[in-house]
């Protein structure tokens, strides 16, 4: 940071050191990669980080990786060596208590917000996070794009954003794609349709 790096410059420096000196022998501890930048962009650095490092041919080492990503837990499902750990947590009344207690499995849900409020963030603030999070876990709507709430509950009005171009209709098709589960063959193909059908739509 004093020498004006980012900070996910230098996570990835750290990275890069770490994937560049260990070996199959190293114990690799690993928190949050990917979480300096967009959700996608992280999500797939720490996606290929992980599968780098499970991959005996290429290093092979034990490691411990912290990560946000819940989608990350389908790696275990997929790759021999990779196992999935949660601290257990008790709810009750919208209040969560962590209890400290390490099981097999996976998180479902993150504890953000729940946890701003032990930091001592204002009630509104919380209030209103909680509101925004229920916006986009039901529509999957961006964050342009939010409902935009009064005082008063009972009024619903969206702001749309002028500067924003209209969504080409293949947008929502390549959100849904789940690309975790395809061959890279398939992966191949449905791109090569999608850029014939644009090309198309085009002339």
Request: glycine fraction near 6%; aromatic fraction near 4%.
């Amino acid at each position: 940071l004093a020498g004006g790096q980012s900070t996910f410059m230098v996570e990835m420096t750290e990275t890069a050191q770490i994937l560049n000196c260990a070996t199959s022998r190293s114990l690799i501890i690993l928190d949050e990669i990917g979480r300096g930048t967009s959700t996608y962009d992280g999500l797939s650095i720490a996606w290929a980080v992980a599968e780098h490092i499970l991959d005996p041919t290429r290093l092979g080492a034990r490691t411990l990786f912290a990560t946000h990503y819940h989608e990350m837990t389908e790696l275990a499902q997929h790759r021999a060596g990779a196992k999935n750990y949660t601290v257990l947590v008790k709810e009750r009344d919208e209040q969560v208590l962590f209890l400290r207690k390490i099981v097999e499995g996976g998180a479902d849900r993150s504890y953000g917000i729940h946890v701003a409020q032990l930091a001592g963030l204002p009630p509104a603030v919380i209030t209103r996070a909680r509101e925004v999070l229920a916006q986009l876990e039901s529509t999957h709507t961006s964050s342009s794009d939010l409902l935009l709430m009064s005082t008063d509950s009972s009024v619903d009005r969206r702001v749309p954003d002028p500067t924003l171009p209209t969504p080409h209709p293949m947008i929502d098709e390549v959100r849904q794609m789940d690309l975790f589960s395809m061959t890279p063959l398939e992966a191949l193909n449905r791109l090569a349709d999608l850029q014939r059908r644009i090309e198309e739509s085009a002339t």
